[in-house]
């Protein structure tokens, strides 16, 4: 199941919106086939790994990272080609949550064929979490925010002036993270300060471009800023707070006039009220990923309204001193409901790029949203 694991990853930045999903066949303690779902609208995992292993296949042993879809999507239901090529047994690490494909397992053992679920759960949720989050929460994307900090915990020096805090390994690192989400995001100040690109530009490229997001006041960003001067070339939106048009549904394109010259480069502005509701509008307009790259403002908006699944630090091993800019100093914790500490997390995974050390945190049960 490892193995499947470290196959499902070959899918990165190209499957969405399906997973990544891995599998391996073996027959005889040894390993006749493995496939991966390379791309979306491509053969599926299973189907690949059964087609590498051919007659060898009848009697063997599948391992799954996800469970086989039971429906016609692009692709015929793996399930019937799981069953066709004789497979004596299936290892499944965990459900589709998905209800048009589940209901493969059930299938499986309609048909005599064993199926062992639940091994490597863990990691296989962690490897398709946006996916997974997706089926059961439909007003939001999954969001993971990613700050890069000092070692006192600060974002930006005192003068507030540029600064690449992070080593050229742990920007790799970004990049590959750019590549799988469906859009990037970062408040107004960190265009201000930064004029970002957000796009990759290191690493595999994904199968879509990210969509650029900003969030902030459409007044403030700078018709020369790098990304309104790209904007034809990559979608990029502006999300005010505000009410959205009358007699429009979201999300709502705001005319030219209200948001300056912005709509006439291509760039799409929209409005919401609040951070949840401006949430809403990136999932209705298809994000399933978004990944949040600062600045404080709407890190700090993000987490005080519970509204981050993951947490990525990148710490560089810098003192930025008093007066720089805190990377927490604006986060508003409530007590959860069920008394457990406020700003609880639990780490996922932690790794060192070069000098600078990424550590993922997840929110525990009982502060997750």
């Known amino acids: 199941m490892r193995r499947a694991l470290r196959l499902a990853r070959r899918g990165w930045g190209w499957t969405a919106p399906n997973p990544m999903v891995g599998a391996v066949v073996v027959h005889g303690g040894e390993v006749v086939g493995e496939g991966w779902h390379a791309e979306l609208g491509g053969p599926h995992a299973e189907v690949m ?9 009848r009697g063997a042993d599948l391992y799954v990272t996800l469970e086989p879809c039971n429906h016609h999507g692009r692709t015929p239901p793996c399930t019937e080609a799981v069953i066709a090529a ?50 059961r929460v439909t007003d939001r994307p999954f969001v993971t925010l990613k700050l890069a900090v000092s070692m006192d915990a600060m974002l930006a020096p005192r003068d507030r002036s540029r600064l690449q805090l992070t ?43 990210p969509t650029r997001i900003v969030f902030g006041d459409a007044s403030r960003v700078p018709a020369a800023s790098a990304l309104v001067k790209t904007a034809r070339k990559v979608p990029t939106w502006v999300i005010s707070r505000g009410p959205n048009p009358p007699n429009e549904e ?5 005319d030219a006039a209200a948001t300056g010259s912005l709509a006439t480069k291509g760039v799409r502005c929209l409005a919401a009220p609040t951070l949840r509701d401006q949430l809403a509008l990136v ?47 604006g986060v508003e914790l409530a007590a959860a409901a069920s008394g457990a500490l406020p700003g609880r997390w ?15 945190y997840a929110p525990t049960a009982s502060l997750a949203r």
């Open 49 to 57: 790994a059964l087609a590498a292993a051919g007659d060898r296949a």
């Open 250 to 254: 979201p999300p709502a394109v705001r």
């Open 346 to 360: 639990q780490v996922v995974t932690e790794r060192a790029f070069g000098d600078d050390r990424m550590t993922v």
């Open 167 to 209: 080593g050229p390994e742990a920007m790799r690192e970004v990049h590959r993270m750019r590549a799988n989400a469906d859009a990037i995001a970062v408040g107004v100040g960190t265009v201000l300060a930064d004029d970002p690109k957000l796009t990759v530009r290191a690493g595999r490229r994904p199968r879509v471009a």
């Open 86 to 135: 004789g497979v004596r047994r299936v290892i499944v690490a965990v459900r589709d949550p998905n209800p048009v494909a589940q209901g493969g397992i059930d299938r499986l053992r309609q048909a005599g064929i064993t199926v062992i679920e639940e091994v490597e759960s863990e990691a296989a949720a962690e490897i398709n979490a946006p996916f997974l989050l997706a089926q």
């Open 283 to 329: 999932r209705q307009a298809g994000v399933h990923h978004l990944l949040v790259e600062g600045g404080a403002g709407l890190a700090g908006g993000l987490l005080s309204a519970g509204l981050v699944d993951r947490l990525v630090i990148f710490q560089v091993p810098v003192l930025l001193g008093a007066g720089a800019l805190a990377a927490f100093g």
